[in-house]
Nanobody, 124 residues
Framework: QVQLVESGGGLVQAGGSLRLSCAAS????????MGWFRQAPGKEREFVAH????????YYADSVKGRFTISRDNVKNAVYLQMNNLEPKDTAVYFC?????????????????WGQGTQVTVSS
């Protein structure tokens, strides 16, 4: 079992930066690959970024590649999403998730544990 709590969201102007954090509880956090997803109003939840348990492999959605960076600290039981050069289209609720099932790293069904989400709003 893993419990996840996101923080760090807020209101920022276009071109600005935010750093999201996801705090995990549970002794087995370091064994999980982790992902960030987002859901804009009226849209489906979509993949943003993924990081393997060791942190050695990361993957990004094309829409955020070069602007967002995912990282993790297995000692602190945390995963982060550094978001730079934010755009209004990045406005969404951002969720972190632990990958506990088989499936592609960008598939929602592969993640069995989810946080409650944190709102990110980018103004133009």
């Amino acid at each position: 079992q893993v419990q996840l709590v996101e923080s760090g969201g807020g209101l920022v102007q276009a071109g600005g930066s935010l750093r999201l954090s996801c705090a995990a509880s549970g002794r087995t956090f370091s064994s999980y690959a982790m992902g960030w997803f987002r859901q804009a109003p009226g849209k489906e939840r979509e993949f943003v970024a993924h990081i393997r348990w060791s942190g050695a492999n990361v993957y990004y959605a094309d829409s955020v590649k070069g602007r967002f960076t995912i990282s993790r600290d297995n000692v602190k039981n945390a995963v982060y999403l550094q978001m730079n050069n934010l755009e209004p289209k990045d406005t969404a609720v951002y969720f972190c998730a632990a990958r506990s099932r088989s499936g592609s790293y960008d598939a929602l069904m592969a993640y069995g544990y989810w946080g409650q989400g944190t709102q990110v709003t980018v103004s133009s």
